[in-house]
């Protein structure tokens, strides 16, 4: 079992950046892909970035690609969110997620474990 704390998250302006931080307790940290999802209402969860055990591989949406960042520090258990130039359309509750594997997926339904999630509003 593992507990995800997410933290981070609020209002931005237009352009603006927010980094976003996931606290895990529970495990060890690096029995686990890390990914981060967000969601906005009618919708379903879409991955947003994925980060490997070791964090030497990481994925991104087509949307956040040059923007976003994922990066974890697997000896402070937590994993990041770097959000820069960010847009409207970047609205969303975020959740961090983990995944008891060494391989990625963007299926939500892979991950075994969520935070709460945090909302994240870019105004224009």
């Known amino acids: 079992q593992v507990q995800l704390a997410e933290s981070g998250g609020g209002l931005v302006q237009a352009g603006g950046s927010l980094r976003l931080s996931c606290e895990a307790s529970?495990?060890?940290?690096?029995?686990?892909?890390m990914a981060w999802f967000r969601q906005v209402p009618g919708k379903e969860r879409e991955l947003v970035a994925v980060?490997?055990?070791?964090?030497?591989?990481?994925d991104y949406a087509d949307s956040v690609k040059g923007r976003f960042t994922i990066f974890r520090d697997n000896a402070k258990n937590t994993v990041y969110l770097q959000m820069n130039s960010l847009k409207p359309e970047d609205t969303a509750v975020y959740y961090c997620?983990?995944?008891?594997?060494?391989?990625?997926?963007?299926?939500?339904?892979?991950?075994?474990?969520w935070g709460r999630g945090i909302q994240v509003t870019v105004s224009s």
């Open positions: 997620a983990a995944r008891p594997s060494r391989t990625t997926t963007p299926d939500a339904s892979g991950y075994y474990y």
């Open positions: 529970g495990r060890t940290f690096s029995e686990y892909v």
């Open positions: 980060i490997t055990n070791n964090g030497g591989g990481t």
